[in-house]
């Protein structure tokens, strides 16, 4: 089981989903920032201090802590 | 004239603003929200047969309960009497922006689409059918560039019509039959209660299964609400059992799949996406190797630009006051009066509007910064340093790193954050951040005690200023602060060109704010620190014998176990409040000496000190109630006087504590 703390920068990912130990305010707001299932996620770079990590997804570029990024399952 | 009140809403850095200014020019007013830190744009204009009344609302990218920019948006369209609403939209960046047009529609506000940034969807080969589109949406959708008002003449046309056929913008609106059937059923209840139908049902119905707070506790009110609540439930519970996927997650997915299939039949794109000059821009700036670097050059230039450019009018406004004060003081004659001129309302407000050529700097370089898009770079970047060691978000590195040169600018520069609690948080800690206007006070001390090893003992003021910052955010972010950290979702915008136009308004609005403080709390201040310097009648002005001086002799003792128990730090410390380089000035008068006489003031503080409680006094200056500029800087930045008081008491507290572990550890140590 993958999640999103763990892709490369340079990989593209599919969300498959939340787990259910995530807090759910800051699910309800990736949701509304296009984290869905489905959603293609490509990592573009990591941060100097290796963390946060940068990502495409629909279409622009968000940033997520890794803490954050490991509650979300992808493929 | 027929007046209109239009609500300007879109997702952050989608060109809202821009469209705002371009309407209103000058005729707009910043302030807050009622009650509220959120800031508020409100402007006029008149078009046609109509008066305008625009509203720029917070960038949003949802209407939940999550967040007060997004309470407040959701609230203007549903409470609030406004005709149209128009959804400033990014064309570069259609799929994300439309997820907030349809909660709107979830809302049945009377829409208007304004599809702005059509320059860059054209550079990554997207071609929007706006036609289509806007039959698919059901509202109509205008074309527009905010930057050259392309496009303006027809949205205006098109919201004056819209305003005289309100559109329910609900209707088009489609989740396909599973989801409706379920909707329908939770809908049919909530109508039964027409206390609940100042929404559309459907609304209502969304937000109970997303368990937005806010209308769970409206619905409870409603007579109905067992009934509706237990219906909920089952609802919920039956997505879950087809789905696998809470309530929230599948009316997410439901909300994305209308706009997938709006954008397949209206958006043509390319099967891979172009690489942008963002992206090319961003391979350098947020490399791994290099983003530290950049950042330390461009902090570099902030601050030497800010502060030498500034430097020039700043002595120049000193002197034009000084000498102002004099002038008045002699034309007066009257020895009270003329007191009152030099001393009190010149001495005062002039001490505080010598801060103005810094302030439209920094605003000036920041609104740069941030407008192009570097500031979320900054943000990302940093965000590690901030997070592990002081739980703030990384955008509160700049306000700190402005706080070494002026409180003011600095504690204005948090507005650069969108969350609340962590803006707070940061204005909490600027004071700790020695500002240039302390530094005097350090000069006059290391001349009289530490001529040995000046740059060592300055810099250990510098170090122990963070070091305390850093004490001092852990403790709130424990107590005051607690659980209220937010994640860090940022979005990093596509680099752009700032606006001229822009940025001025945006220097032009910072700068009268703080003009109307300097004339209000300021010279309030001001005027009372003369009055107690100058009472009772006949006795020398900000001597011992003084009100003031009363009380510096007074509170002298409380700061006996610091080590600098004497009437005229009492005094020093007081005057401090005003701004910090009167310390040193009142070094002077107290001793009888001319104010610039250095080497006076530095015998006076070399005779009264030892270089034990020199060191403790530097250290009390440092951290100890920072001056009323930036007390009023933070009361109008919180919206407040809670803030302002808060800070008053946590640096009196730290200061105290610091001072006297320095002192006795110090004793201890055989340095007396
Ligand atoms: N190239 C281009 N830039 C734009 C356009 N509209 C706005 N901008 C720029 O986009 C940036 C963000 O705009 P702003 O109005 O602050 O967005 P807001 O966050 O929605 O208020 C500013 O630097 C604007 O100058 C546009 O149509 N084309
Ligand atoms: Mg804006």
């Known amino acids: 089981m993958k999640t999103l703390s763990d892709v490369k920068p340079g990989e593209t990912v599919t969300l498959v989903k939340y787990h259910d130990t995530g807090d759910v305010d800051l699910r309800r707001h990736l949701l509304g920032m296009g984290f869905v299932r489905g959603a293609q996620i490509r990592v573009k770079q990591v941060a100097s201090l290796g963390d946060p990590i940068e990502m495409t997804i629909k279409g622009y570029d968000v940033c997520l802590r890794k803490e954050e990024a490991k509650n979300i399952e992808v493929e | 004239m027929t007046e209109l009140i239009v609500g ?12 705002f200014n371009q309407l209103t020019g000058m005729r707009q ?41 997004e309470i407040v948006s959701r609230d203007f369209i549903v409470d609030d009497d406004s005709d149209v609403i128009v959804n400033v939209v990014d064309a570069a960046n259609l799929e994300r922006n439309l997820y907030l047009t349809v909660q709107m529609m979830e809302l049945g506000a009377n829409l208007v689409m304004a599809l702005n940034m059509n320059d860059f969807a054209k550079k990554k080969d997207h071609i929007i059918d706006i036609k289509l589109m806007s039959e698919l949406l059901g509202f109509p959708v205008i074309e527009i560039n905010a930057k050259t008002k392309d496009g303006f003449e027809e949205l205006l046309t098109t919201v004056e019509k819209a305003s005289k056929n309100p559109i329910d913008s609900s209707e088009k609106l489609s989740y396909g039959n599973e989801i409706k059937g379920h909707l329908a059923s939770i809908q049919e209840l909530i109508e039964q209660d027409s206390s609940l139908l100042d929404v559309p049902s459907i609304w209502t119905a969304i937000k109970l299964l997303e368990k937005d707070s806010i209308v769970i506790e409206k619905v409870q009110q409603s007579s109905k609400s067992s009934q509706i609540m237990v219906e909920v439930d089952k609802v919920a519970s039956h997505f879950y059992d087809v789905y696998q996927e809470g309530a929230e997650e599948v009316i997410a997915n439901a909300r994305y799949s209308f706009i997938d299939g709006l954008m397949a039949e209206a958006v043509k794109r390319p099967a891979v996406e172009k690489e942008t000059t963002t992206d090319k821009i961003d391979r350098i700036v947020t490399n791994r190797f290099l983003a530290i670097p950049i950042f330390i050059v461009i902090m570099y230039l902030l601050f030497q630009l800010t502060f030498t450019i500034a430097t020039p009018f700043v002595d120049l406004i000193d002197a034009g006051f000084a000498a102002l004060g004099e002038y008045l003081a002699e034309a007066v004659g009257n020895e009270m009066l003329g007191s009152f001129l030099q001393d009190g309302l010149i001495g005062g407000v002039g001490g505080v509007l010598v801060f103005l050529p810094q302030i439209i700097l920094m605003f000036l370089f920041l609104s740069i910064l941030e407008d192009s898009g570097y500031l979320a770079r900054a943000a990302f970047t940093l965000d590690k340093i901030m997070h592990s060691l002081v739980g703030l978000h990384g955008k509160a590195f700049i306000p700190m790193i402005l706080g070494f040169g002026c409180g003011v600018p600095a504690v204005m520069a948090t507005r650069t954050m969108e969350n609340e609690s962590d803006r707070l948080l940061s204005m909490m800690l600027i004071p700790f951040m020695s500002c ?58 596509t680099y752009k060109v700032p606006s001229v136009k822009g940025v001025l308004l945006h220097t032009w609005e910072k700068t009268k704010g703080f003009l109307r403080k300097a004339g209000t709390i300021i010279l309030g201040a001001a005027i009372v620190i003369w009055i107690l310097s100058y009472l009772p009648m006949g006795v020398e002005y900000g001597s011992q014998e003084c009100v003031l001086g009363m009380i510096g002799t007074a509170i002298a003792p409380i700061f006996a176990p610091l080590g600098f128990g004497t009437w005229q730090a009492g005094i020093a410390i007081l005057t401090g409040l005003v701004a910090k380089e009167v310390v040193v000035s009142t070094f002077a008068t107290l001793g009888g000496l001319e104010e610039d006489d250095e080497e006076g003031v530095t015998q006076l503080v070399h005779d009264t000190f030892t270089p034990l409680s020199a060191y403790s006094f530097m250290a009390f200056c440092l951290l100890y109630v920072p001056c009323f500029a930036s007390l009023g800087a933070i009361k109008q930045e919180s919206n407040s006087w809670k803030w302002p008081l808060t800070m008053v008491c946590i640096t009196l507290v730290t200061a105290y504590i610091v001072s006297l572990l320095i002192y006795n550890v110090g004793l201890l140590a055989g340095f007396g």
């Open chain 2, 8 to 19: 300007l809403a879109g997702n952050p850095n989608v060109g809202k603003t821009t469209v």
């Open chain 2, 29 to 69: 007013h910043v302030g807050n929200w009622p009650g509220k830190t959120v800031e508020r744009a409100e402007g006029h204009f008149s078009h046609g047969d109509y008066d305008y009344d625009v509203v720029d609302l917070p960038g949003n990218y949802a209407l939940s309960a999550h967040s007060m920019e």
């Open chain 2, 436 to 493: 240039t206007a302390r530094l005097p006070i350090y000069s006059i001390f290391i001349a009289a005690f530490f001529t040995a090893n000046q740059g060592l003992i300055l810099l250990s003021i510098y170090l122990l200023g963070i070091v305390v910052a850093l004490i001092v955010a852990g403790i709130l972010k424990r107590t005051m602060f607690k659980g209220l950290s937010a994640p860090f979702v940022m979005e990093l915008p």
